[in-house]
């Protein structure tokens, strides 16, 4: 399989996770924060096609309420393109259109429910929206920086190179995430969420620069040296025309390379975060703050379908590294 289409498909695997979660009211059954009290730690819920009495359904249903499922009575179909709970897209336009679901007094629960009886799959959803974005303003702040730091430190050389490279390894030597546990305990306790958000991506983000400005600064060091980057001197061309004209271009596939392995990692991180009650919390939901109630040991040993968020990050991860690999591949044939 050629890199390209490497590229296209992990590209296109991606996009799909992306939209879902993006578009999470519409996929999402239910709304993020509604409970069901009457249904704490509820199992998956089973699609059938064929009832108690053999007979087949075109349309996939599930058993509950008080009737009697042997009769009928207790049949709820599941149905698409409902209304349900309000919601808005990206954050700004109303909406009420949700892709699936079922009738009172049934329920759908794709992946279970936690101890208040939320659903598991719809808070995915709108959790992704948390960890997803974290993951990706932190990874291009970081790459934005290294991006700078490390042109300039290639390009200029000499002193200018020296200080900046001793910064880079002060900041790969120096345990931040430790800082981060103290930054975050000197905070009250009762911090507006989006301004815990926001600490948490301007963190992450200016700790993971160090790495891509050493790789940049290598590429830079090479891409001076370049005939062409020579003429264009000696016709009269300033530093920031060499550097924007023709020497950062040689660095975008491994600036893209960087994004697709930075958006698993501080994803990860934003989860691992939560999950020790330092990121974000309830009741906004993030990947995290759902695997944070695997701490409690009666949930590890009782509730498998409590880990279904976790297994459902592999395959992201998977993606993006798949997409970095093949980045990497296209840019190396691109540049032979």
Known sequence: MTARRKLQIALLAL???HG??????????YDFSAQNREHP???PTRLHFVDAQRKFHLRPFVYGGAGNASDGAGIYPMHFLVRGAPYQIIG????????FGVEEPGRVFLIGTDGYGRDQFSRFLYGGQISLLAGLLAAILS?????VIGALAGFYGGWVDEALMRAVEFFLASPWLYLLFAVRAALPLHVAEWQIFILLVSVLGLLGWARPARLV???VLSAKERHFVIAARGFGATDTHILLRHVLPQTYGVLLTQVALLIPHYVLAEVTLSFLGLGVGEPVPSWGSLLSQLQQYFILTSYWWM??????LVPLFLAYYAAADAFQEHFQQVAL
């Open 41 to 43: 730690f509820a199992p």
């Open 217 to 219: 600064r290598g590429i």
């Open 143 to 147: 790459v934005s920086l290294g991006a």
């Open 307 to 312: 880990f279904m968020p976790a297994l459902l």
């Open 92 to 99: 700004f336009f109303p909406a009420r259109l949700r892709l």
């Open 20 to 29: 879902f979660v993006l578009f999470a009211g519409f996929f999402a059954p």
């Open 15 to 17: 996009g799909c996770f």
